[in-house]
């Protein structure tokens, strides 16, 4: 089992730019979709971005397109989450998973960590 640490959270202006990682450990990530959820305060958990195993598929939600990208790092192990222009309604706790996908659906370990919180505040 891949064990997943997000880091690269905090508090921003709106406008401002922030990275995310997620690391993993206990295995290669390079087998894996992998995805980035975020839940705001009183909201459901929604899929920000994923990407799929072989990075020849990406997804964002509507309100982050044009502003966040996703990109993989396999010498490291790692996902990252640029994400430009920042809203305050992009302020929540970001996660990250793994997944797959079959008949073009994709599915996801729901085996949350503590994720890393983003601010966007004036």
């Known amino acids: 089992q891949v064990q997943l640490v997000e880091s690269g959270g905090g508090s921003v202006q709106p406008g401002e730019s922030l990275t995310l990682s997620c690391r993993a450990s206990?295995?290669?990530?390079?087998?894996?979709?992998v995805a980035w959820f975020r839940q705001a305060p009183g909201k459901e958990r929604e899929a920000v971005s994923y990407i799929n195993n072989s990075d020849e598929f990406t997804y964002y939600t509507d309100s982050v397109k044009g502003r966040f990208t996703i990109s993989r790092e396999n010498a490291k192990n790692t996902v990252y989450l640029q994400m430009n222009s920042l809203k305050p309604e992009d302020t929540g706790v970001y996660s990250c998973t793994t997944g797959w996908s079959h008949s073009g659906r994709f599915y996801w370990d729901e085996d949350w960590g503590q994720g890393t919180q983003v601010t966007v505040s004036s």
């Open positions: 206990g295995g290669s990530l390079e087998y894996y979709a």
